[in-house]
């Protein structure tokens, strides 16, 4: 079985053991009372531990494949040395803000926002710089979505369906609001409602769904965006970087200064005015 053909079985079996460990986490702190220094260690170390259990699974299918994740750990540092024609990227816990905030019993301005169902676990295959699979898994949802080439699914329950976009809202996702960015947020405010969840993966998500018409990343991080690009993508949507161009999934490009997702060119085009 070559790389490709073990890719998405590998790694929903690894995705689903740990999300397992983030909801393992969660019922054993719940009522707690612990200060934020104590949870974000705590929540560290999940990501660490989930992390782990990632590469275990890419290690399995090769080890010399080149890798890109979050945490700084010893198997990474090995792995991320690697050369070799695919590259694979991870985040362990997307939206740590979020599983941090239900723990805490935190609440966003959001519509029918929760928390919990605010973060995921994700990972894309790539090769030349293009996607070739994609995950993301909701550990509270027990959801998985992915994306196989230019085709985007939901697997519930072992049936697969597909995931396809729906445009039914003018709500903007801004990843962090910053007090010198006011007028990018004030020229953004004027295109629909904005918000700051923050969980790439589940804002595409929404997007997709037809909760928002677009989510806007500054600085952000290539384990960040990848799958939510490819899910999105898949699903009839569109993502650029700040100079209106698709992303890169290569080692070259970690971190990308804008990334916009939105449910048409027009809604890209017009961002990137306010951008630039």
Known sequence: MN?????FPTMQKAMKSAGLICLQFYDKVKG???NGAEMERDVSAVDITNQEILLEAVSSIDSTLEVCAEEDTSLLQKMQNNEHEYFV????LDGTANYLGNIKQKTLNIPNFVPEENYGIMATLSKSGKPLTSLVYIPYTGIMY???RNKAFVIEEELE???VLIQDSKAIYYNTPVENERKIMSALEDLGPLYYPHCAATNILNLIMGKAQACVMKDANLHDVAAPAHLLTSAGGFVCNQNGEDLKLTKEYL???WVIFTSSKEQSLNILDIIN
Do not use: Q, T
């Not at 790389?3 to 890719?7: A, L, Y």
């Not at 990227?89 to 362990?92: E, F, G, L, M, S």
């Open 89 to 92: 990227i991870i985040d362990p």
């Open 161 to 163: 369906e597909p995931l």
């Open 3 to 7: 790389i490709e053909k073990k890719f």
């Open 146 to 148: 992915s994306a196989l």
């Open 255 to 257: 971190k990308i200064p």
């Open 32 to 34: 707690e009372l612990k």
